[in-house]
């Protein structure tokens, strides 16, 4: 498995761009802490880190929602390392070298599982300074309280970088297949729109939406500002009710799991079934 | 002597095309094979099925034994096929490094094999500035990482020039000397015949023959001949049960043996007749005249 694991950075950590672009997502990371510093221009200046954002536990919900969008970066780090195995037909001279197909996958699987676990570690190093340093409540069982968001930002990447590199061996082309990736975005809400309009009605549509791919990827993590006491005020002056369920369900973990295993099965099995 | 690779009844279909039909074939340890076919004989489609990038469509191949799996056996295989694939933003130390890895050989050889292909002194060079013949040449220093029970080479010297062919035949000479086994695709007659012992012949997937090189045709060699006095050599000639065929070219006779004669004792019975000779040479057929009769014939 180290072997695997290896090989994989030996081919990530050569590569300039690639370096770049992992260094740039982890410096991305750290910079949630610049959030803090934010000063809303509100009478004498209102302090972003003031209004409870970084209160525990809210502080799992926020970061992991906001360091879930930097993961585009690695998606093309993940999309390229793929794709170019082909367009370099290294693919090929790996496989003779003795590299099983089984291993190559695996090895790339690894590598996506080991990005998913230093972000997860990274999102929580930065959670727990920022946390510490401005979160009103600072009891130990408050603090590590909600580390489901944790586990779902966990399981978050390793679904969507899963697809990633499904989409490098099904397109081989990373231009291309991060085109794939925007369209089927696209493609999911269309579906959904479609579903809900003129075949099963919107309530059932909404329910069948949490089982595609990307969809159910961005429901482990939901949108966590209406979740804020200050907004929650707001949203009480002038008459809106936000009743939304904030928390990770178990259900949702299984769907996200259910297409990592499609995915990476699927790659395999295209693997084996290609003549290179 | 041990077997490394065995081969039966391969057949690999692409749509209506067959590219491999019904293949069988073994390679022995410490000879050096040429697979000989056209383009488009199958002959990489066959080492593609062997090395574990193209599925065969029916029939089996077992490396060594047949008690390992593709993949473990491919780690004490060393092959190149058509091009050489490397990452080319690393440079040759960093390709190697990943091949050791894949290969699980340590990592000591690896400054010996650049030496041995002539590009140690380019070793920290990236792999996309290296001309193809220096490629070619890392891809051979790759393959003979893990000291190779069997030496796989496709095309090697396709593309190259006249100096990049030189080299690259020249190490493949050194490799064989070492007692390597070496299997080596090609349709430049001349390269088979320079390095190697036994040939797997292909036409259109199929095989038409298989077996040591000078086996290849039951000939006994001919004799070409030139005398002033080429009325009489042609009566003698044609009157002996020794040569099944005679034919004459620009006062060039060739005299096709049907039974082994070495060359003193013709000269000798044609002085006793009273003809004398200008020119005497005894040869056998080349590895081209070969093939071409072979591919010919069945072709009828």
């Not at chain 2, 390679?27 to 000989?36: F, S």
């Amino acid at each position: 498995m180290l072997r695997l694991l290896q090989i994989e950075f030996i081919k990530l950590w050569n590569n300039k761009s690639s370096k770049i672009l992992i260094i740039s997502y982890f410096v991305l990371l750290c910079c949630i802490a610049l959030i803090s510093v934010i000063k809303f221009p509100l009478g004498e200046g209102v302090h972003l880190a003031d209004i409870g954002i970084f209160n525990f536990p809210y502080i799992w919900h926020f970061n992991t929602y906001v360091a879930a969008i930097f993961k585009l970066f690695l998606a093309i780090v993940i999309v390229s390392m793929m794709a170019n195995e082909y367009s370099n037909k290294t693919l090929k001279q790996n496989l003779i070298d003795g590299l099983s197909k089984k291993e190559f996958i695996l090895s790339k699987f690894l590598t996506v599982v080991t990005f998913s676990l230093v972000s997860t570690i990274f999102v929580f190093g930065v959670s727990m300074v920022l946390g510490l340093v401005y979160s009103d409540y600072n009891e130990v069982s408050i603090i590590f309280s909600e580390l489901g968001f944790l586990f779902a930002f966990f399981i978050k990447l390793v679904g969507f970088f899963s697809f990633c590199l499904f989409l490098g061996i099904f397109v081989k082309r990373s231009a291309f297949a991060l085109g794939f990736l925007i369209l089927w975005l696209i493609f999911e809400q269309l579906f959904f729109g479609f579903l809900g309009w003129k075949i099963t009605g919107w309530d059932v549509a909404n329910k069948i939406k949490d089982f595609f791919p990307l969809e159910s990827m961005s429901n482990l993590i939901k949108e966590p500002g209406t979740r804020l006491d200050a907004v929650k005020a707001l949203g009480n002056q002038v008459g809106a009710e936000f009743s939304s369920d904030y928390y990770v369900h178990w259900y949702e973990i299984l769907i996200v799991l259910g297409w990592t295993a499609i995915f990476i099965y699927g790659s395999y099995a295209l693997l084996k079934k290609r003549d290179l | 002597m041990s077997t490394i690779l065995t081969v039966s009844n391969l057949t690999k279909k692409f749509g209506y095309l067959t590219a491999v039909k019904d293949l069988s074939f073994t390679i022995e340890k410490g000879n050096v094979y040429g697979i000989l076919g056209p383009n488009g004989s199958g002959k990489s489609t066959t080492l593609g099925i062997v090395l574990n990038v193209v599925n065969r469509t029916s029939g089996e191949f077992a490396w060594f034994d047949g008690n390992i799996s593709t993949h473990q056996a491919l780690k004490k295989v060393g092959a190149i096929i058509e091009r050489p694939n490397f990452y080319p933003y690393m440079t040759a130390i960093q390709n190697l490094k990943l091949v050791c890895k894949i290969k699980e050989v340590p990592e000591n050889k690896i400054e010996e094999k650049l030496e041995l292909v002539g590009l140690l002194d380019r070793k920290n060079s990236k792999f996309s500035t290296y001309s193809l013949g220096m490629k070619q040449r890392l891809a051979i220093a790759s393959a003979l990482l893990n000291d190779p029970e069997i030496l796989i080479l496709d095309e090697p010297t396709n593309g190259l020039d006249p100096q990049g062919i030189h080299q690259i035949r020249e190490i493949i000479k050194k490799v064989a000397s070492t007692g390597t086994t070496i299997l080596l695709a090609s349709h430049l007659l001349d390269e088979v015949e320079k390095v190697c012992t036994h040939v797997v012949i292909l036409r259109k997937g199929q095989k038409l023959y298989s077996g040591r090189v000078d086996d290849m045709m039951a000939s006994y060699g001919f004799f070409e001949l030139k005398s002033s006095n080429t009325d009489m050599l042609l009566t003698f000639l044609k009157n002996n049960h020794s040569f099944s065929k005679v034919t004459q070219e620009n006062g060039l006779i060739t005299a096709f043996l049907s039974e082994e004669m070495n060359s003193e004792v013709l000269n000798r019975s044609l002085m006793d007749k009273g003809i004398v000779l200008s020119h005497l040479v005894k040869r056998k057929e080349s590895l081209e005249e070969q093939f071409l009769a072979l591919t010919k014939n069945e072709a009828n």
